[in-house]
């Protein structure tokens, strides 16, 4: 029996854009953050947020961010897209509850190491509402016949 085996990466989803459903959220402290970071001490707390395809339970990947939720943050697009930027307002909490099962278009990219990872998270579209616009008639042979040129 062999001590290891490589195998194939868990994720096998195709770069695209695909709309999928939040499966969980959670926080972690990530000890290779840890430490000095770009903007000064990192406590390596990072969310993980699970997402899955609504038709196949067994497609899911995990998308990374810290906890700042600034309007340019990883996390401000993953709020705003799942709850709409109304909902999205200073000194608003959510917890998990108001998150999991709700769906958004996630897009994934493969990384350079050629493994898939989540590149952007946005709303799904919202449907039209209101009065539909009239059709504008063509125009017909009687309506150019007395047209100047």
């Keep these: 029996m ?17 709309e999928m459903l939040l499966v969980k959220c959670e926080l972690k402290v990530i000890d290779s953050f840890v430490g000095e970071g770009l903007y000064g001490p990192d406590d390596g707390k990072r969310l993980i947020w699970t997402w899955g395809d609504p ?20 996390t401000y697009e993953i709020l ?3 709850l709409g930027p109304e909902a ?9 509850k108001d998150l999991v099962g709700k769906k958004a278009l996630v897009s994934i990219e493969l990384n350079e190491k050629g493994y898939p990872r989540v590149a952007k ?4 579209p919202t449907k039209r509402t209101g009065r ?6 063509a125009e017909t042979d009687e309506t150019t016949d007395n047209l100047p040129f």
């Design 2 to 18: 062999s001590l290891i085996e490589v195998q194939t990466p868990t994720v096998n989803i195709d770069p695209g854009t695909y």
């Design 55 to 74: 038709e196949d339970d067994t497609v899911e990947i995990d998308g990374l961010s810290t906890l700042s939720t600034g309007p340019r943050s990883r």
């Design 80 to 82: 705003t897209a799942l």
């Design 88 to 96: 999205v307002q200073a000194g608003v909490k959510f917890d998990e």
């Design 121 to 124: 998270v946005t709303a799904l």
């Design 132 to 137: 539909p616009r009239p059709v504008i008639a």
